[in-house]
């Protein structure tokens, strides 16, 4: 079964850094669509960036240069660090996985039905 588990939330003041990590456990497909997403209150479901595992990157507009998704294979982690941090990217973040053949051929449009999820992490930034 696959298990997805966030870490690394928290609350930082605008222009800070935090890193989140995602452990993702219980698969063996070396074939994937890997992200993170995040959601305000209020506020719809949005993807911030994407990694397949032929290595292309994807990143939303408002977070692009700011934002770093990375793959540690050691740990078994998918990485977001994120620089520059703006009271605007207070969310709830999450991360999702899937290894179907359309979720990979469409990972780079940073699709938000991806088929499992984490339960999340918190981020707050403070202006």
């Known amino acids: 079964q696959v298990q997805l588990v966030e870490f690394g939330g928290g609350s930082v003041q605008a222009g800070g850094s935090l890193r989140l990590s995602c452990v993702v456990s219980?698969?063996?497909?070396?074939?994937?669509?890997m992200g993170w997403f995040r959601q305000a209150p209020g506020k719809e479901r949005e993807g911030v960036a994407t990694?397949?595992?032929?290595?292309?990157?994807s990143y939303k507009d408002s977070v692009e240069g700011r934002f770093t998704i990375s793959r540690d294979n050691a740990k078994n982690s998918l990485d977001l660090q994120m620089n520059s941090l703006k009271p605007e990217d207070t969310a709830m973040y999450y991360c999702?996985?899937?290894?179907?053949?359309?979720?990979?051929?469409?990972?780079?449009?940073?699709?938000?039905?991806?088929?499992?999820w984490g339960q999340g992490t918190q981020v707050t930034v403070s202006s």
């Open positions: 999702a996985v899937d290894f179907t053949f359309v979720s990979r051929l469409r990972c780079r449009y940073i699709p938000l039905d991806l088929g499992y």
């Open positions: 219980g698969y063996s497909d070396s074939r994937y669509c």
């Open positions: 990694l397949d595992s032929d290595g292309t990157t």
